[in-house]
T-cell receptor
Framework: SQQGEEDPQALSIQEGENATMNCSYKTSINNLQWYRQNSGRGLVHLILIRSNEREKHSGRLRVTLDTSKKSSSLLITASRAADTASYFCATDAVAAGNKLTFGGGTRVLVKP | KAGVTQTPRYLIKTRGQQVTLSCSPISGHRSVSWYQQTPGQGLQFLFEYFSETQRNKGNFPGRFSGRQFSNSRSEMNVSTLELGDSALYLC???????????FGSGTRLTVV
């Protein structure tokens, strides 16, 4: 079973709008990471947030972490067509042997 | 610096054959992880190597094996290929816990 589950599974927005996706996980984590994957290619690391952090920013990306709810969210502000991709959350958890476990991803389509 | 290099990019094999995939991590990264990505199962963890030792193993049959060399380069081998082994195989390297993974572009394996 997957440690992280993203919601929604798919998202379609207009260029310039914000995109928000959520990730829920099951066990205590060391950190949670977000990755982007363009069609059929390798994943690109976006942000890592440690379990003792609540929010991180990187350019137009904002990640929040709520360990009490075992959830995280990724916000992409002022989206661009180039943001069209699949976004995955991944957790590093002791219970999972400290391997990085990925969720099923959110497919984001940004329409020009 | 050079990224993670996976070879070959594409591979077509026949059922029953075996295949070896190669991954060269970022210089200085001692941790290498392998993932299988399929439309139905998503990103599934195969194994992780650190300093030539397998540190973690996913829930895959013994037909899937791997190793890491002293220069941190890694190979994975799949024997007695089945149609269901058709997938994108991704390799990632990391400099340690609490650092993001850098992924290669993957090897697209098709078993016919």
């Amino acid at each position: 079973s997957q440690q992280g589950e993203e919601d929604p599974q798919a998202l379609s927005i207009q260029e310039g709008e914000n995109a928000t996706m959520n990730c829920s996980y099951k066990t205590s984590i060391n950190n949670l990471q977000w990755y982007r994957q363009n069609s059929g290619r390798g994943l690109v690391h976006l942000i890592l947030i440690r379990s003792n952090e609540r929010e991180k920013h990187s350019g137009r990306l904002r990640v929040t972490l709520d360990t009490s709810k075992k959830s995280s969210s990724l916000l992409i502000t002022a989206s661009r067509a180039a943001d069209t991709a699949s976004y995955f959350c991944a957790t590093d958890a002791v219970a999972a042997g400290n391997k990085l476990t990925f969720g099923g991803g959110t497919r984001v389509l940004v329409k020009p | 610096k050079a990224g993670v290099t996976q070879t070959p990019r594409y591979l077509i094999k026949t059922r029953g054959q075996q295949v070896t995939l190669s991954c060269s991590p970022i210089s200085g990264h001692r941790s290498v992880s392998w993932y299988q990505q399929t439309p139905g199962q998503g990103l599934q963890f195969l194994f992780e190597y650190f300093s030539e030792t397998q540190r973690n193993k996913g829930n895959f049959p013994g037909r899937f094996s791997g190793r890491q060399f002293s220069n941190s380069r890694s190979e994975m081998n799949v024997s007695t290929l089945e149609l269901g082994d058709s997938a994108l195989y991704l390799c990632a390297s990391s400099s340690g816990q609490n650092y993001g993974y850098t992924f290669g572009s993957g090897t697209r394996l098709t078993v016919v």
